[in-house]
Each structure stands twice: as C-alpha cells, then as structure tokens.
C-alpha cells in the first residue's frame, strides 16, 4: 500500500509539473505573441481642424513712449528741485530753478557797455559826417581862389602880352616913317625914336615871360589844390564807409549778451509735457553743468515695450505686425499692440553686456507703469480651425500631385486597407501643411507610418486609451496580425 501511495504522490507531482510547464510555455508564447503585435504597430492620427497661428514671443520692458531731458544752459546753482522720481507732473509745472543774480549782473553790465558803445559810435559817425563835408566845403573854397589865381595870372599875362605888341608896333611904324622920309634931319629923329623903343624890348618880353609864368604856376597850385583836397574828401568818405566794420566788438558783445538772456530763461525749468518723473540727477546747492541732464520726464499717454530680439527671428519682424502684450503686474488683461521700429542694427546693453537687435511696440491703453516687465506675442500668420495634416506625410506622384495615405476598414474582419487621397496643400507652418483642397475630409486617418503604401492591408484592431478628467486624448493604431 505504501508503494502505491507514493507512486500516486509522484504521478500528482510530475503532473502539477508538466502542468506549470505548459503554463510557462504558454505564458512566454502570449508575451512573444504580444511583442511581435505592439513591434509592428501602424500609427494614425485623425485629420482634423487646427489652429496655425504662428507668432514669435518677446520679452521686455515697458516704458513711455515718448521722454524727455530737462536741463539748462546756466552754469548757476541749483535753487530748488520740485520734483522726485514717481512725481506726475503736467504742462506748465516748475520743476526746479537756478540763481539768477550773477547772470542779471553780467547782463546789466553788457548792455551799459553796449549803450556807451553805441553812443560812442553815433557820436563817431556824426564827426565823421561833418569832416566830409568840410572837406568838401575846403575843397570848393581853395579851388575857387585857386582858380581865381589863375585868372589874376592870366590877366596880367595878356596885358603885358599887349604892351609888348603895342612897342612892336610902334617901332615898325617909325622904321615905316623914317624910310619914307627924305628929310634927314626927321630920319635921325625917327631913328633915335627907334633905337630908344628897341631898347625897352627886353623889359616888356621879361614882363610877359614872367606872366606866363605866373598863369603855368597858378595852374600847378589848382592842381595840387584839387589832388590834395580829394585826398582829404576820399579819406573822410572811407572812415564813414569803415564804420560798419568796426562793429565787430560790439556784435560779439551782442552775441554774448543773447546767450546771457538764454540762460536767464534756463534758469526756470518748466515742464513741456504731462508725465512721471524717472530721474532725478540734481540737488538743490548743485552747480548746473551746462546742458546737462537734471530730470527726466516720461510721457505714459502711450507706453512702448522694447524688447530684444534673436537674429533667428529680426527678419521675421516688420512695423506695423500685431501682438499681444501681457504682464505679471495685469495677469488677466491682454493689450493690444503694434510693432512701431524694428532695429536692425546689433547693439550692445550697457547694462547686460548682451547684444541683440530689438524692436519698440506701441501698446493701447493701459495701466502698465514704466519699468514693468512685459512679454509679448508677435503674430507672424493667424490661421484658425484649417484642415491640415503633418507635412511630412505628403507624397507626389509623377504629375507633381500631392496626395496622403488614410486608413479605411476593409471588411467586417477589421481588416485596413492604405487608401490615397489626393490634397491641394497651402501654407507650411510648423510641423503641419494646410490642406486648401481635394479628398481628404476631417474625420480620416492619417497614416503615419512612412513604410506603409498604397494599397497595403492591415490586419488588426482600434484601441482607445482614455485619461482621467474632462478631456481625454484618443489614440487609435492598427495592429498587424
């Protein structure tokens, strides 16, 4: 009995053996079964509607879009200082002031100088004035005595001319007597007559001689007479016509007189424009450095972002391109904008020490404040709910059709058969193409496995993963048996 009972016991155990064997091996069988199947997977995605908005992302800061230095061109002490860094200030409001004493004094002194200047130079001109007409008046006199000389000398000259003619003619007339006579007693009379006349030549051609001298030199003298008072006349006339060059001094006073009156007025700085104060580099006691910046004031009527932008994506970037502007400090509030100047020039950050290009966005109405960090949405295309597929999955035939392949059902045994679809494709965006035209409907599925063609059967099934919550993506594949 002993002997069958233990023989009994080893058959049991051999066959709970052979039995976890079996279970083993078809255990190990179901799990090759199952690698080969999820090894050969085909992979769908379901065609669809999408939104194929494509845009760039910036980061930045906004500031107002319009500022404006404060300073003043008096090199005077800062009096007072109005304002502080977060002020608002408006048109017409005093934002600091500078003395004005020693400028007044330097103005007060300038134009009593100019005033002396100037009476100086009438008084000069009315000087110069009368020496030219006086010239004029001693030239007219002299030349009139002058020429009055001359008349005397001629005068005399023709008289004497005509007393030595008279002589002339009375000696010819007795020489005429004396050889008509035959009485020679009468020609020795007539003849001593003669020869006394004869001798008083001489006295009456010295007389003229010295006549006609006396006519040559009273010319000479109107001459010299006319030469030297046109001398006196041209320089009397030059010194007036040299009065309006010697004003330089005085238009260099002028000069630096309007600059005084300048700064007079620099030293009330009022403000152009309603804004926030950002800077403040002065301090009452200070002494202004002229033209340099004391405050700053932003307009915040419009504010701008400005915002670095990679070389990958400037191009890209035009004025006029929509964004949408959001911030930390306005968490549910999107602003509008519009890009206003793209700098295509690489600059450098003073304050970073990074480079880039960058480009300034208008932005509408807000509440952003200068300084806040903002981020924005450039759209570069805004194409929502199109009909598009992944635009590697696109084939073209021999004619240059494009065309996909979907999966469709092929008998009631869940076999799949690779179908085509021929497709019109526009924009490429991203990892997907637009589909403007053709076959394809919303719906289908794409296959998405690149060794699968036209006309392929699948054996196989779907299968749907759902995920926990409200929304749940479908995955659909399609086995190979």
């Known amino acids: 009995m002993k002997k069958q009972f233990k023989r009994k016991k080893l058959i049991l155990i051999l066959v709970i053996i052979a039995a976890v064997i079996i279970a083993l091996v078809f255990f190990v069988r179901k799990k090759l079964n199952t690698v080969t199947i999820e090894s050969n997977v085909v992979e769908l995605e379901e065609v669809q509607k999408r939104d194929l908005?494509?845009?760039?992302?910036?980061?930045?800061?906004?500031?107002g879009e319009s500022s404006m230095n404060y300073s003043s061109s008096a090199a005077s002490e800062i009096l007072t200082v109005n304002v502080a860094v977060g002020d608002e200030v408006k048109v017409g409001d005093v934002i600091a002031t500078l003395d004005t004493e020693a400028i007044q004094s330097e103005i007060d002194m300038l134009e009593t100088f100019i005033a002396n200047a100037e009476a100086l130079a009438a008084n000069t001109s009315t000087q110069n004035q009368r020496a030219l007409e006086q010239a004029k008046s001693d030239q007219e006199t002299q030349l009139a005595a002058a020429n009055q000389a001359i008349s005397s000398a001629q005068s005399s000259y023709d008289a004497a001319v005509a007393s030595l003619n008279a002589v002339n003619d009375q000696i010819t007339a007795l020489t005429d007597q004396m050889n008509a006579s035959e009485d020679e007693a009468e020609k020795a009379d007539l003849a001593a007559q003669i020869s006394t006349l004869q001798t008083e030549l001489p006295e009456y051609q010295a007389v003229v001689s010295s006549a006609e001298a006396a006519v040559s030199e009273a010319k000479a003298n109107y001459n010299s007479v006319k030469s030297a008072t046109d001398?006196?006349?041209?320089?009397?006339?030059?010194?007036?016509?040299?009065e309006k060059y010697s004003t330089t001094d005085d238009t260099t006073t002028q000069k630096q007189l309007d600059t005084l009156y300048s700064q007079l007025d620099d030293c009330e700085i009022i403000s152009q424009t309603d804004g926030i104060v950002t800077d403040?580099?002065?301090?009452?006691?200070?002494?202004?450095?002229?033209?340099?910046?004391?405050?700053?004031?932003?307009?915040?009527?419009?504010?701008?972002?400005?915002?670095?932008?990679?070389?990958?994506?400037?191009?890209?970037?035009?004025?006029?391109?929509?964004?949408?502007?959001?911030?930390?400090?306005?968490?549910?509030?999107?602003?509008?904008?519009?890009?206003?100047?793209?700098?295509?020039?690489?600059?450098?950050?003073?304050?970073?020490?990074?480079?880039?290009?960058?480009?300034?966005?208008?932005?509408?109405?807000?509440?952003?404040?200068s300084g806040m960090s903002v981020k924005a949405k450039i759209i570069l295309t805004d194409k929502s709910d199109i009909l598009c597929v992944p635009y590697d999955l696109v084939q073209y035939d021999e004619d240059g059709q494009a065309y996909?392949?979907?999966?469709?059902?092929?008998?009631?045994?869940?076999?799949?058969?690779?179908?085509?679809?021929?497709?019109?494709?526009?924009?490429?965006?991203?990892?997907?193409?637009?589909?403007?035209?053709?076959?394809l409907a919303e719906g289908d599925y794409i296959i998405m496995d690149y060794s699968i063609v036209e006309g392929d059967i699948f054996d196989g099934s779907f299968y749907m993963e759902e995920e926990s919550g409200e929304d749940y993506e479908e995955e659909i594949t399609i086995t190979v048996g």
């Open 404 to 439: 996909v392949l979907v999966a469709e059902e092929n008998n009631v045994d869940m076999d799949f058969i690779a179908v085509r679809r021929d497709i019109e494709v526009g924009e490429e965006m991203d990892y997907y193409v637009e589909v403007t035209g053709g076959d």
């Open 53 to 63: 908005s494509e845009y760039i992302s910036l980061k930045g800061t906004g500031s």
């Open 280 to 369: 403040v580099k002065t301090a009452v006691g200070d002494v202004n450095t002229p033209d340099a910046t004391l405050v700053t004031v932003e307009s915040v009527d419009t504010m701008i972002m400005t915002a670095t932008v990679d070389e990958t994506d400037i191009l890209s970037l035009e004025e006029g391109m929509k964004a949408i502007i959001t911030a930390d400090a306005l968490p549910d509030e999107e602003i509008n904008g519009e890009i206003v100047r793209v700098v295509k020039v690489l600059t450098t950050s003073s304050e970073t020490g990074t480079g880039g290009f960058s480009v300034d966005i208008r932005m509408d109405d807000c509440e952003l404040l």
């Open 231 to 242: 001398e006196a006349i041209y320089n009397a006339q030059n010194t007036i016509d040299m």
